[in-house]
């Protein structure tokens, strides 16, 4: 293999490790109310395998899953048995994707039952990671609604090992940042407001994960080499914990990898340098 596997690194002070780049998989499972810039047909089951195995090759151990992504959860239950031990799975909470229209629900009771059914499609008897699926209301939700607490609940009996939430503004990601162990950010090249996210979750030893690092392939007028800008951008940041790119084309898989490689190796060598890394 001619790009190094990636190395692991921790989710906050959760003592979960994953790599710095994650797999997003929205297009695994849906194709319909996605924004993506071009049509795709979802993967057959031997060429999501395939995926999966490249990724886990390449050091990927991070997959982002979710109720909303369509068959995502109950395929990756079918196509990741044998191997759960291997991956940090991420899926969330809140949205149901149902009839081509989002539904929302932060109630205790729906919380409880989508995660055992997540539970259940995912085919573990643990969520290493699930965050609340917000709808844009982050600070009603955190504040007025039952999500949160049971998930610490959740979390409490062993069936989820962290909880955050998926937050869409600065207000809603430092607030979900204070009540939880990982915020999900959105962070790149066109879109920076919610840095101060990952200035408070690095502050404060809170995992970060970026999502749209790629502005969800909108790239094509960000430059040269928009995809390697990307890379740079994140992983200049210390307090991100990993970034979930969406890909089903293996080429790309690989050009991710090796561009976050290219970027971790540039910004370890500037820590060392400057006498910040570690001893
Ligand atoms: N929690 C939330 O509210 C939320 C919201 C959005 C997303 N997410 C998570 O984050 C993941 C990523 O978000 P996203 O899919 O919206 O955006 P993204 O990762 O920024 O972009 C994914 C898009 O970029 C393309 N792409 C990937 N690598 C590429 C490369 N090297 N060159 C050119 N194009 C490339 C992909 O197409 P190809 O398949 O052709 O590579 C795909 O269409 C999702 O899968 C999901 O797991 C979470």
């Known amino acids: 293999m001619d790009t190094e596997p990636l190395t692991l690194r921790p989710l906050g002070d959760t003592g ?42 390449l050091g990927i151990n991070l997959i982002d899953t979710a109720p909303a992504y369509g068959s995502s959860e109950q395929r990756l239950g079918e196509l ?20 081509e229209q989002s539904h929302f629900d932060f109630s205790a009771k729906h919380t409880r039952a989508s995660v055992h059914r997540s539970l259940k499609r995912l085919n573990c008897d643990y969520i290493d990671i699930v965050l609340v699926h917000s ?12 999500v949160l607490q049971e998930l610490a609940q959740l979390k409490a009996q062993g069936l989820i090992k962290a909880f955050g939430m998926s937050t869409k503004s600065v207000a809603g990601g430092l607030a979900a940042a204070q009540c939880s162990d990982a915020v999900m950010a959105t962070y790149n090249l066109g879109y920076r407001d919610e840095v101060p996210v990952i200035d408070y979750c690095q502050t404060h030893r809170r995992g970060l994960l970026v999502k749209k690092a ?21 992983f200049a940041h210390p307090g991100v914990s990993s970034a979930v790119v969406g890909t089903i084309n293996p080429l790309h898989l690989r050009a991710n990898v090796a561009a976050a490689q290219r970027s971790l190796a540039q910004f370890q060598s500037t820590d060392k340098d400057s006498g910040k890394g570690a001893s």
């Open 16 to 57: 979960i490790m994953l790599s710095p780049l994650g797999l997003g998989t929205v297009k695994l499972g849906r194709d319909r109310g996605v924004k993506y810039p071009q049509h795709f047909n979802i993967p057959d089951d031997r060429a999501a395998r395939q995926l999966l195995d490249q990724a886990r090759a």
């Open 80 to 99: 990741l048995k044998g191997q759960r031990q291997h991956w940090v799975i991420c899926s969330k909470v809140g949205e149901e994707y149902i009839g």
């Open 135 to 146: 709808d844009g209301r982050d600070l009603e939700i955190i504040q007025h609604q039952e």
């Open 214 to 234: 790629l502005a969800s392939g909108h790239l094509a007028s960000s430059g040269a080499d928009p995809v390697q800008q990307s890379m740079d951008l994140i």
